[in-house]
């Protein structure tokens, strides 16, 4: 028997993205709606042949679906997933999974007690260049961590009409989201390579003047008054790592990583044509004993060690991946010519099911490996990459440097919210958290 999936917030442009993958995934044999604004849910109940609707996450709740997947608005994730677990359904949830170091304590808690299934669908840990960058860590290409960079900077401009459409009048009260709680973009580009936590911060934020008055401390439900915040972190390795999250700023969006170690080095760097980024690798071969009798002086050095610097702008391609002869391998005869849209050949496309090729994608072809991963998880009862444990790395370093920012950038230490049992079962491509 395949699964049930109610899908909640179904009237956001993101959960109809979602829609229709999980209507086609081989594991789930049916798909539920659930949204408080009727008229939309009966506009997209028709628009995706649904036939099961709910009016609110209660509703769904009582309902006999196995699954909810939340894309509400993202200061209601934390709460309504210790529900929907509560009420004995795995949960998916768009990001963040919390905006309160409690909310992460009691959903890392839940998870535990009640032995379902929560995965937070985070895309950068799904990227090309994250994929990359993490099998190179793991088989260390890049030697010891040393610093790390990730950034997600999107302009205001872009979110104006989906509050307005989602809040109505009052849309400008939620609207000053603080930055630093939207941090898993970022984080993640930084924490899925390395698999360790961030453990104090010191973070300043900029105080925004914009003519739209969304950041007014008397009008913002958060008092915040930062559309824009900067924080530098210790890490668990004794590396650094940057984190920019920025809602006012002429990128219209952009998000970018660096991994930096000892012997590996991973930046982007922007390309004058079209925008797009380039990807520059740097590998430092050290000859047999480098080192290893002191100091060697700067000329030999120069001359034993070699650098190699790769240009992977394949990493930037996401114009689909096709099956053929050549690259089909242990896949079934079935999947030849098959394509799968907007994937780059450095993601594990391999682990789609043939159903989803020649479909939408979305977020450089991260859709469908966070479909994909959660309805694999559940069925096979094993913990998903971006589980409860992951997530809390994620998204508490953040909380705490929003506080930073609002003490003028006081150092403030990172919770550990802890690892996951010993004796729970994995996913295959579920990398096990460092202290």
Not at 43 to 62: I, N, P, R, Y
Not at 233 to 247: I, L, W
Not at 393 to 404: D, F, K, L, M
Request: charged share 20%; hydrophobic share 35%; glycine share 8%.
């Amino acid at each position: 028997m395949g699964l049930k999936i109610g899908i909640c917030g179904a009237a956001g442009g993101f959960s109809q993205a979602f829609i229709p993958l999980f209507q086609a995934h081989p594991g789930v044999d049916e798909v539920y709606l659930a949204e408080i604004m009727a008229d939309r849910l009966a506009e997209q109940a028709a628009k995706f042949g649904v036939t099961k609707t709910f009016s609110s996450l209660d509703e769904l709740c009582k309902s006999d679906c196995d699954c909810i997947a939340l894309f509400t608005q993202r200061w209601m994730h934390g709460p309504q997933a210790i529900q929907a677990l509560k009420a004995g359904k795995h949960v998916y949830s768009a990001v963040p999974a919390a905006v309160s170091l409690e909310e992460i304590d009691e959903l890392v808690k839940t998870v535990k007690e009640t032995g379902l299934t929560y995965m937070l669908g985070e895309t950068s840990y799904y990227r090309a260049q994250t994929t990359f960058c993490r099998n190179a860590f793991a088989t260390g290409k890049f030697g010891e961590f040393v610093y790390g960079e990730g950034q997600y900077h999107h302009d205001m401009a872009h979110f104006y009409h989906g509050y307005s459409r989602s809040n109505g009048d009052a849309w400008k009260r939620t609207a000053s989201f603080p930055p630093m709680y939207y941090p898993t973009h970022s984080t993640a580009f930084i924490l899925s390579v390395t698999f360790r936590r961030m453990t104090e911060v010191s973070c300043f934020g900029y105080v925004d003047h914009h003519v739209d008055g969304v950041f007014d401390p008397n009008l913002s439900l958060w008092g915040n008054v930062f559309s824009n915040e900067s924080a530098l972190f210790r890490t668990s390795d004794g590396g650094m790592a940057r984190v920019n999250e920025f809602r006012r700023t002429a990128h219209s969006m952009m998000d970018r990583m660096t991994i930096t170690g000892t012997h590996g080095c991973y930046q982007e760097q922007p390309r004058e044509r079209e925008g797009l980024l380039s990807n520059v690798f740097s590998w430092l071969d050290f000859p047999e004993g480098y080192g290893k009798d002191g100091i060697i002086p700067f000329e030999t050095a120069n001359k034993d060690v070699k650098l190699r610097m790769t240009d992977h702008n394949d990493l930037c391609v996401f114009n689909g991946v096709t099956v053929t002869e050549e690259n089909i391998g242990d896949l079934p005869k079935e999947y030849l010519g098959k394509t799968f849209q907007g994937v780059s050949p450095f993601q594990p496309w391999q682990q789609l099911p043939v159903e989803f090729a020649d479909r939408k994608n979305g977020h450089e072809g991260t859709h469908v490996f966070l479909v994909n991963d959660f309805v694999r998880a559940v069925s096979q009862h094993k913990l998903p990459p971006n589980h409860v444990w992951l997530a809390a790395r994620y998204n508490a370093p953040g909380i705490v440097a929003h506080e930073s920012a609002k003490r003028d950038g006081e150092r403030l230490a990172i919770p550990d919210f802890g690892l996951p049992p010993a004796d729970w079962a994995v996913m295959d491509e579920t990398f096990p958290l460092q202290p």
